[in-house]
Structures are given as structure tokens and as C-alpha cells.
């Protein structure tokens, strides 16, 4: 008992300066002089409030509004899903129906995850509801960003036409490569596909679209091209004849040159008949089927017919064949009704 201090001891001055310990019965503090002023300090009355408490100060009156506030809120939150049930069940609509029971399936999807929250070990020790939301969002946010693949690395881009022959003769890319540049010097731009058609003895035949109403024969031999031809038999390539020895373009007829020729012809034909101005032919726009049109180098040739009358005053339709200069236009041949009727043709059809 002697050693224990009494609860009517005195206790220590502590000095706010040094914060050493004095005497209970001093006025200075021994270790720094800090005079020790023990005047009474004044207290604010019973009605009196201190001025850095009042913002914190809430009146009744605002303490029942939130109170009444809340418990409205409250009502409502629980009332709402069985006043809702009730008003679908007297209304009897089946929207109605799937409504309340999506509303009550909200309800137990949030009553199950907030007893998940309360009772988790997190929330046990002092970590917020909101908090332990925010991290199961992450958390589920997280896991469900696609995985990003590594992207393939680039290769080299392949020509289609390329890739056709590849495919279709069944050759790897270098002899493609050389296969397509014996195409391009006959005046093809592009081999969309190349398809097999026979073996002969060394030869293997193809048959390859190149962008042209006709397919045209390609032949290899040893993985490189040996002949390209038309369906007609008009030879473009001959690896033993040096390469390319005709070209495309030698045959080619645009659709200007078929109006310029459909006119000269028509304006050829007037001049050979007996009554021109009854003369009437099928138009190249309505009835382009009846005009005929073809190239071989230099030489053009074109078929149609003419109705006119003839000597008597009938109307008869009669067949016409003409050839022409591709480079000059000039008129070489013409035959009207199966009769010549200016120079000498170098085929009649």
C-alpha cells in the first residue's frame, strides 16, 4: 500500500514546451523556465454554442424531416414489389406478371449479394460495403477483358494471279512468278484461274480465264509455260519460237470501235442498194446480237442485215459481210444478199 500511489495523489505537472515533468506545486518549469499560468479558463454557458461546432449543429425540426424521409423511403422499398404482385394479379396481364417477377428476382439478387458482403471476412474487419462492391466489380470487369492474341506477323503479299497459277498447276511461287510474266507478254493483265484439262506426252494443258468471254489454253512443260493460245487456235506463245510471237491486243475490239465500223458499214451498204433510203438496220444498241464484230490484226470483220426494198417495191432482209483496215478503216470487202459487191474478201462467212 505504501509503494502504491493514492487516488487523492497529486499528479505531475507536464510542461507543454519540453514536455518534462514537475513538481504538482510549481510555477516554472525546472528544465526549460516555462512560466505555468494555472488562471481559470471561462466556460461556455449551457446555452452558449462553440462557433467551430455550429456547422455541425442539425436542428430537430431537419433531424425528424430525415428521419420521416428516410422511413418513407424505406416503406416504399419493401411495399413496393408486393403492392406491384397485387396490382398484377387483379389486372391479370401477362407483362404485368413478368414484371413483378423480374422486379422480384432484382429484390433477391440484392438481398443475397449484401448478406455476401455483410458476412464476408472483409466486412468483418471494418471494410466498407462500397469498397468490397467496387473491388467484386474490378475484380469480374477485369476477368472479362478479351485476352489479347499476338497479332501474326506480316507476310508477304501474294499477287492473285500469282496464287492462281500456284493453285491450279500446282507450281511454288518462282515458277509462278514465271509463268505470269510469260502471260503478261502476250497483253494478258490477269489470271483469275487456271484450270486442268489434259496430259499430253511431257505437256500438261490448261485451261485459264484471263478476264476475256473466252478461256484461253496455257500448256506447261517441266513447271513453265510452253504455249498460250486461243480457243480458235491462234498461237500468242511459243517457248521454241522465242517467247511471245502475237498479242491480245492485236484482237481486241472496244466498243467504239464496233459503233465507228457499225456506221462505215451501214453507210457502205446504202450505197450498194437500189432504194437506200428504205434501208433499215438493227440497232447496236437495242439489238447489239445482231452485230457481229471481229479482229485479227489488221483485219476487221462484220456481219449483219439490212431490210430494203427491192426493185419491185418488197421488203426483203438481207445478209451483209465486210472487211475493213483496223488502222485505216478502209473498206477491203463487202458482200450483201450472198453477192460481191466491192473487192475481194479474204473469207466469206
Not at 424531416?65 to 413496393?80: A, N, P, Q, R, Y
Not at 483469275?192 to 468471254?213: H, P, Q
Request: net charge positive.
Amino acid at each position: 500500500m505504501g509503494n502504491q500511489p493514492s487516488k487523492y495523489q497529486l499528479r505531475y505537472v507536464l510542461c507543454p514546451r519540453c514536455k518534462g515533468q514537475n513538481h504538482p506545486q510549481a510555477k516554472w518549469c525546472q528544465f526549460c523556465g516555462l512560466q505555468f499560468d494555472f488562471s481559470p479558463q471561462p466556460q461556455p454557458s449551457k446555452n452558449e454554442i462553440p462557433s467551430d461546432n455550429l456547422s455541425s449543429i442539425v436542428k430537430p425540426e431537419e433531424k425528424r424531416k430525415k428521419k420521416s424521409g428516410c422511413i418513407t423511403i424505406l416503406l416504399w422499398v419493401f411495399f413496393f414489389p408486393i403492392m406491384f404482385s397485387i396490382f398484377a394479379y387483379r389486372k391479370k396481364k401477362t407483362y404485368l406478371y413478368i414484371i413483378a417477377t423480374a422486379i422480384w428476382l432484382v429484390y433477391g439478387i440484392g438481398f443475397t449479394a449484401n448478406n455476401a458482403v455483410k458476412s464476408s471476412p472483409e466486412y468483418k474487419a471494418g471494410r466498407t460495403a462500397t469498397a468490397i462492391y467496387k473491388a467484386i466489380y474490378a475484380k469480374y470487369t477485369e476477368a472479362a477483358k478479351p485476352t489479347e492474341t499476338p497479332k501474326p506477323t506480316p507476310t508477304k503479299d501474294i499477287d492473285s494471279s500469282i496464287k492462281a497459277i500456284m493453285e491450279g498447276a500446282g507450281i511454288d511461287e518462282i515458277f509462278a512468278i514465271k509463268a505470269l510474266e510469260a502471260i503478261r507478254s502476250v497483253g494478258f493483265e490477269k489470271v483469275y484461274k487456271l484450270e486442268y484439262i489434259m496430259d499430253y506426252d511431257m505437256l500438261k494443258a490448261y485451261s485459264a480465264d484471263v478476264g476475256y468471254t473466252k478461256k484461253y489454253n496455257v500448256t506447261f512443260i517441266d513447271n513453265e509455260v510452253f504455249g498460250i493460245s486461243s480457243p480458235s487456235g491462234t498461237v500468242f506463245y511459243d517457248r521454241d519460237a522465242g517467247g511471245a510471237i502475237d498479242n491480245i491486243l492485236n484482237y481486241i475490239f472496244t466498243e467504239e470501235d464496233k459503233s465507228s465500223f457499225a456506221y462505215v458499214t451501214e453507210q457502205n451498204v446504202k450505197a450498194s442498194l437500189k432504194s437506200p433510203s428504205t434501208a433499215k438496220f438493227p440497232s447496236l444498241v437495242w439489238n447489239p446480237g445482231d452485230w457481229q464484230f471481229a479482229r485479227k490484226k489488221d483485219l476487221v470483220q462484220v456481219k449483219s442485215w439490212v431490210d430494203s426494198q427491192n426493185s419491185f417495191g418488197a421488203m426483203i432482209r438481207s445478209e451483209i459481210y465486210a472487211e475493213y483496215s483496223y488502222e485505216t478503216t478502209k473498206l477491203s470487202c463487202l458482200v450483201v444478199g450472198g453477192q460481191l459487191t466491192y473487192g475481194v474478201c479474204s473469207e466469206i462467212r
